[in-house]
């Protein structure tokens, strides 16, 4: 009897040492496992300069400019659409509904230092009517243009029939008189762009894509810096939110 204690004590310890034996191995081989997962480091960046406050090796951003209000009144502003000029990349052309100032719900500014200081007002150039809805481009030879939505008859309140563009050759130092893209018809949601690449075919062709008569698609485009437009051309046969939708 005294032997069979003995040999299960025996027997006891060398499980209770090859239990402990499989244990460590795991623990050891969790470490292991552990120790090559990507260490995760909380990065809290100063809200001034982006430079992180905590240790870590994350490259902090560079802070250009404080903020710069483009036109200081006290009109809103919203729907604004800027464009840079690839000639002279510190020309910029930027447009946006406003407060009404005459027959016209949208201004047009401009800048020639990269935006540290801006020209315009909270109307369209040449005190042009404009509806709304602005977007601006510039081409491959740097004329800047800027679109407003054109309501029927010249009539502000009615709805809009079409698009109208005003161009600038001197970065906003002067602007061409305002000209009709298209006139007529069911319209909204219209976007501008040009085809800025000296080396296209297609070089400053100029572009416009709205929604019109039953929520479709539509576009057509200019060869001659704005002078004359094609005919417009439906580009979907369903329902699209003006030119986001191709």
Known sequence: MKKTATLMGVLALYLLIFLNAIGFSQKKRLNSLNNRKPKKTAVVQSPNTGIPLSGNTVTPYTLISSEVRVFPSSNPQS?????????????????????QIGSCIQGAYWSTNGGANWSGSDALPNNANGKGDPSTAFDALGNGFVATMTPASGNFNAEPVGYSIQRTANNGATWAAQV????????????????????SPFANSFYCGWMGANNFVQFNRSIDHGATFSQPLTLTNYWGQGANRP
């Open 79 to 99: 729907e604004i659409h800027i464009s840079i000029n690839k000639t002279n990349p510190q020309a910029l052309l930027l447009s946006s509904n406003t407060t």
């Open 180 to 199: 009709n893209g298209v006139n007529g018809i069911v319209f909204d949601k219209d976007m501008i762009a040009t085809d800025d690449l000296p080396a």
